[in-house]
């Protein structure tokens, strides 16, 4: 990494490019304050729908536009792709590295959004022999996994692989798990029951295991036992008051009390918890603010960090009176972070947030939702998630290709965004060095201009 640092100065500084960094620079936008916004990625990303990315439904770019295009039309933004590696809060200072060059920017006031990744719980091995869901990366990798454990079951004569390839493990009942086990046995009923004739929709085992004693535990009560019954009620084997002790490549061992049993499943989802990003460790160190056990910064109630008050955080990076990791949260943080740092609101201003209501999706036609004391479920609740999710969708384009997806998935049986090519190393890796092979290309969604003749592959 280089050395060669080019200092500026600016306004604000925004860490992220998240709900709440988004909502952060769109109110300083309009203000016409200049600001600098640096994040690792410069895609907006709508993390509350990577399950639909990982199961064919909607494409990354339909969930994840560039942030660059979101603020172009406003002078006073500057975005910038880095990773921001440093700060010093007494000279009002970060560091950046871009390019293999740490860069300096200066501040007046500073404001982090860098979100939360997935938590083992001190089993970091973990992280080795399953899949996550909170990148675009991590989406299209599970999207990879479903499609070649389908592919490879519909060719496989040994009747024990083939129920492994077909068998998913989602650990962690919360929103993303309750999402991804109901999709991935919808996608068995009403995708590849079509594309594939020898496999339907029995022979796919979804489990969903989740420590606590219900499914959803943030919404308990009716809500909690609906979703138990409905994703049961669609073949998703829901699995309560167990804990995983163990995992490996081939499967999971699952306690619950004095009792261990063994799932084997080719592919393992792990959506039981997060920590906060490592820029919070950094800011925690370099402004003296406390942490909680997941790395999360304990802010003050006007969302400052530790003793200084032009250094902001939000979003799931925080903790702040047991509010939710959600994207309302964030985002309600964000515009009063830049409503103090605007002159609106005195400085020190508490930050109240509203509660607008708590939703998730189950499965085709079936979701929940609780706004105060309004409790809804089945085909209503659906409805108001999709109206919401469309709302919060960025751009005009990305919502009229998102109700044609949900169209063509929900009402048909199309995945528009699946497709899957083998990986020529696993090929390589199975088949002896004096074998000559024929390959074929995978069967794809959509049909090809014309169909490609077999090709001789000679591997060693």
Known sequence: MGSTAVTDRTEVVVVGSGFGALATAKKLAKAGTPFVLISETTEHLFQPLLYQVATGVLSAGEIAPS???????YPSADVRLGRVVDVRPDVHEVDYVAGGVVHTV????LVAATGARQAYFGRDEFEKVTYALKTVEDAERLRRQILRCFEEAHTTTDPERRRNLLSFVVIGAGATGVELAGQIKELAGRYFEQSFHDISADDVSVTLVEG????LPAFGGKLSEYTKQSLEKSGVDVVLGTFVTDIDEHGATLKAGDEERRITA???IWSAGVRANDFAGVLAERTGCATDRAGRLLVNPDLTVGGYADVYAIGDMTSLNNLPGQSPVAMQGGRHVARTILGKQPVGTRFKYRDKGSMAIINRFRAITRVGKIELSGFIA?????????????GFRNRYVAVMSWFGSFLGHRRPHFHYAQEQHRLDADVPDDVTVTAVPARVDRAPE?????EKVSVR
């Open 67 to 73: 942030i660059r295009s979101i603020l172009a039309k």
């Open 382 to 394: 659906w409805v108001l998630w999709l109206a919401v999710h469309l709302v919060y969708m960025v």
């Open 450 to 454: 014309k169909k490609p003749e077999p």
């Open 106 to 109: 200066g501040y007046r006031s």
């Open 212 to 215: 606590a004693g219900e499914a």
């Open 266 to 268: 080719e592919t393992i």
